[in-house]
């Protein structure tokens, strides 16, 4: 199975910093079916980012994803009060699907 | 509005049977892909397996493979997971998903979770 590493594992931000997120697989993911998610405490995540850079609905645009082969990147433009959480990257292109550890993005 | 309800917390002894739920509503729950995911605290989250409620069509992932069984009944529109002998090692928060189109897509919705605490 395709085994994600996600690093840093925490990043300590100020609000309107820029986050770099990063997510690196021990096999090239097919297709860049990689996504992201977004997790806070006591809820369930939350899809951000699919396909390596599309963005699902309604999620604002200061997120984005890029990369491709075994090297995908998170980024948030200027880091609002709401986005401090948990970042998890899944590839879905080889079976099974399988989740990085995750990034905690916490306030500086 | 697509929504996924799970079935409430948990609390087992180790060697008891268990079968939580997970019931769709706002969307054709038969022609999506409904996911099972596990999570530890304080870890990632691990895909357990999927099922299309159309015609029962079950992946599992090795992992898991012979540890749950996942099923559906389209007619109520609910998904379940079951295990037969519950180990102390399956305390986690188990979370259904929907998977946005093929066997092989990313969630889209996810339910509220089922916390399942297993004890001696």
């Known amino acids: 199975e395709i085994v994600l590493t996600q690093s840093p594992g925490t990043l300590s931000l100020s609000p309107g910093e820029r986050a770099t997120l990063s997510c690196r697989a021990s096999q090239s993911v097919t297709s860049t079916k990689l996504a992201w998610y977004q997790q806070k405490p006591g809820q369930a995540p939350r899809l951000l980012i699919y396909g390596a850079s599309s963005r699902a609905t309604g999620i604002p645009d200061r997120f984005s994803g890029s990369g491709s082969g075994t090297d995908f990147t998170l980024t948030i433009s200027r880091v609002e009060p709401e986005d401090f959480a948990v970042y998890y990257c899944q590839q879905y292109g080889s079976s099974p699907n399988t989740f990085g550890q995750g990034t905690k993005l916490e306030i500086k | 509005e697509v929504q996924l309800v799970q079935s409430g917390t948990e609390v087992k002894q180790i060697g008891e049977s268990l079968k939580i739920s997970c019931k769709g509503s706002?969307?054709?729950?038969?022609?999506?892909?409904i996911g099972w995911v596990r999570q530890k605290p304080g870890k990632g989250p691990e895909w357990m397996g999927i099922i299309y409620p159309s015609d029962s069509d079950t992946r599992y992932s090795p992992s898991f493979q012979g540890q749950v069984t996942i099923s559906a009944d389209k007619s109520i529109s609910t998904a379940y997971l079951q295990w037969s002998s519950l180990k102390a090692s399956d305390t986690a928060i188990y979370y259904c998903?929907?998977?946005?189109?093929?066997?092989?897509?990313?969630?889209?919705?996810w339910g509220q979770g089922t916390l399942v605490t297993v004890s001696s």
């Open positions: 706002g969307y054709n729950f038969a022609r999506y892909w």
């Open positions: 998903a929907r998977q946005v189109a093929t066997a092989m897509s990313n969630f889209d919705y």
